[in-house]
């Protein structure tokens, strides 16, 4: 028997406080930018992806800019697979990995993102807001970050509380998962991570 075993698979960035992705020029509500090296592209732009759960990975791309890492949380809605990368390290992927070990993962899941000062995201399920599982006065077995000195200036080392928080949820979350969706070739368009010297993260 002779089967089609590929799936529609989208791939989605982190782009000024919004979730996006790649389009032609000529698709309808797609937004011009100016990417960091200069070139025009189009995307389409959202504030929430909604799924099923079906990994995570700790994810590296290199290119002739370098090599850039990231956290890609794939969702699964329906026949639809959703890559969504965000920058290892960052207040995006930590507003997720934080929450995600109190999410029912039987059930879809709001990812959800804003923007004010910086980026932030957060997760929703049944129409409630799910609360992170490690917070600055019941932090747990979380590693604090580091402060460190690099150029003179003052910066913080999570080494530490990141490989914490992606070993935890891969030996308490994604081992309960029944399907996982494998690493099947991701080619999203890397994005740099956020330069951690400018800001003021909480711990």
Partial sequence: MLENTSENRTYVSVVDGKFTIRAEKSTPKAKERQNKNGATVYELQFDTITGMLENILDHKTENQFGTFR????IMRD???LYSVSTPYSSR???GILMRIPNVDITKPFKLKIAK???AFTWITQNEVTIPSKWTREC??????MIEIE?????AFDDTDQMKY???YIQ???????PSQSPDQGFNSPALPPPDLMNEDLPY
């Fill in 139 to 144: 932090p747990g077995d979380l590693p604090q």
């Fill in 165 to 167: 928080l992606f070993d």
């Fill in 70 to 73: 990231n956290i890609v949380f």
């Fill in 150 to 154: 690099i150029k003179g200036k003052r």
């Fill in 116 to 118: 004010k000062d910086h």
């Fill in 78 to 80: 329906k026949d639809e």
């Fill in 92 to 94: 995006e992927s930590k």
């Fill in 171 to 177: 030996q308490n979350v994604i081992s309960k998962i």
